[in-house]
Structures are given as C-alpha cells and as structure tokens.
C-alpha cells in the first residue's frame, strides 16, 4: 500500500486517482445469517458481503435491512438456502422497508443481489438469478 499526494495505491506505487487497486478485489462474506422470523431483520453495518439462508419459503421470510453507514456503501447479498422451497425475499417497498428494487426479488440458492445505500434507500444494481 502506497500513498502519494493523498492517493491510495494497492499492487501501484503511483496512483492516478484517489484508490487505485492493480489486482483482483475479493470481498470476504462478513456474516453467514438465518432467517428464521417472518420478517428478519438485518444490521448492515459496516458489512459488504454476507450470506443468508432460511427454513421457509421466501415469502415466509421478508428480509429488512437497516440503513448503510455512508452513501455510497455497497451490499451484496447471497442467498444460500437449499432444498429448492426455502429462500429468502427482497421487497421493493421503500415505505416499509428502505428497499428500492426493479421488483421483489424471491432469492433461492446461489441468487445474489448487489445493493447501494443511497442516503435514503438501498437501490438495486445488479441482480443474478442462477
């Protein structure tokens, strides 16, 4: 890790812009997580990666999270439940639950949503249904 004139330079020794990372970026999972409430609530934190599974069907199993730390904050979310009922769901109800989705997701194993705070909501960026 370098710094040169305020910039941050990872496998660099002369960063161009604010962080420069020469390499592969790897998020490790920050928590593995059951839902196993009708709604289950989750304290993102300072978390980026984390995995959750459950013992119902994802409509049994709202999942709420709480408000990012920073704008800007980046959230993956995996879902990992087996059996091809069990899973989790994601609902596109800022209202309710600061989630502000392309839709509600119904996430089963292997699924993964990427999600950035806002300020107000987390917005969907990406969503793999595999």
């Known amino acids: 890790q370098f710094y040169v004139n305020g910039k941050a330079g990872f496998g660099t020794v002369a960063p161009q812009t604010?962080?420069?990372i020469n390499g592969a970026i790897a998020f490790t999972e920050d928590a593995t997580l059951t839902a196993n409430a009708a709604t289950f609530n989750v304290t993102v934190?300072?978390?980026t990666y984390f995995r959750i599974n459950s013992n119902a069907t994802p409509a049994s199993r709202i999942i709420s999270l709480?408000?990012?730390?920073?704008?800007?904050q980046m959230l993956i979310?995996?879902?990992t439940?087996?059996?091809g009922v069990n899973g989790i769901r994601l609902a596109d109800?800022?209202?309710?639950?600061?989630t502000n989705l392309a839709t509600f997701?119904?996430?089963?194993?292997?699924?993964?949503i990427t999600l950035l705070w806002?300020?107000?909501?987390?917005i969907e960026v990406s969503y793999s249904n595999n």
């Open 93 to 98: 109800t800022p209202a309710t639950y600061n």
């Open 45 to 47: 934190g300072n978390r």
């Open 66 to 72: 709480s408000n990012g730390l920073k704008t800007g």
């Open 18 to 20: 604010q962080v420069e």
């Open 105 to 112: 997701h119904d996430m089963y194993e292997n699924d993964v």
């Open 77 to 79: 979310i995996e879902c």
């Open 81 to 83: 439940a087996t059996g």
């Open 118 to 122: 806002n300020g107000t909501d987390w």
